[in-house]
Nanobody, 124 residues
Framework: QVQLVESGGGLVQAGGSLRLSCAASGRTFSSYVMGWFRQTPGKEREFVAAVNWNGGNTYYADSVKGRFTISRDNAKNTVYLQMNSLKPEDTAVYYC?????????????????WGQGTQVTVSS
C-alpha cells in the first residue's frame, strides 16, 4: 500500500511563491514517475507536472512552464513542486500522484495512487 501526503499549500499574493511537498511511503518510490495535478470546483483534474525516476526528465503543462519546477529527493521519498510567479488562476487543490508504469503522463488515468490534496489560493 502506498500513501502520499501533500503539504505546503496556503494563501499567497499574486506574484508570490510556494513550495509543495509530497511524502511517499513504501520502498519503491524511486522506481516510479511522480506527478502533480490540480483541480478547481466543477472542473476536471488537470496535469501540472511530472518527473521521471531520477529527476532527469521533467514534463510541464504549458500554463506553468517557466514558473513551476518539479523535483524529487529519492533518499527522502519526496517530490516537490516549486511554484513561482503565482497567478490567481493557479488557485486549486493540488494533488500528487504515482504514475502507472506505461501510463500516460498527462491524464489522470495514467496514475494509480493519489494524495489527499493541498489547497493553494492566490489572491489578486
Amino acid at each position: 500500500q502506498v500513501q502520499l501526503v501533500e503539504s505546503g499549500g496556503g494563501l499567497v499574493q499574486a506574484g508570490g511563491s510556494l513550495r509543495l511537498s509530497c511524502a511517499a511511503s513504501g520502498r519503491t518510490f524511486s522506481s516510479y514517475v511522480m506527478g502533480w495535478f490540480r483541480q478547481t470546483p466543477g472542473k476536471e483534474r488537470e496535469f501540472v507536472a511530472a518527473v521521471n525516476w531520477n529527476g532527469g526528465n521533467t514534463y510541464y503543462a504549458d500554463s506553468v512552464k517557466g514558473r513551476f519546477t518539479i523535483s524529487r529527493d529519492n533518499a527522502k521519498n519526496t517530490v516537490y513542486l516549486q511554484m513561482n510567479s503565482l497567478k490567481p488562476e493557479d488557485t486549486a487543490v493540488y494533488y500528487c500522484a504515482r504514475k502507472v508504469i506505461g501510463g500516460n503522463y498527462y491524464n489522470t488515468e495514467g496514475y494509480d495512487y493519489w494524495g489527499q490534496g493541498t489547497q493553494v489560493t492566490v489572491s489578486s
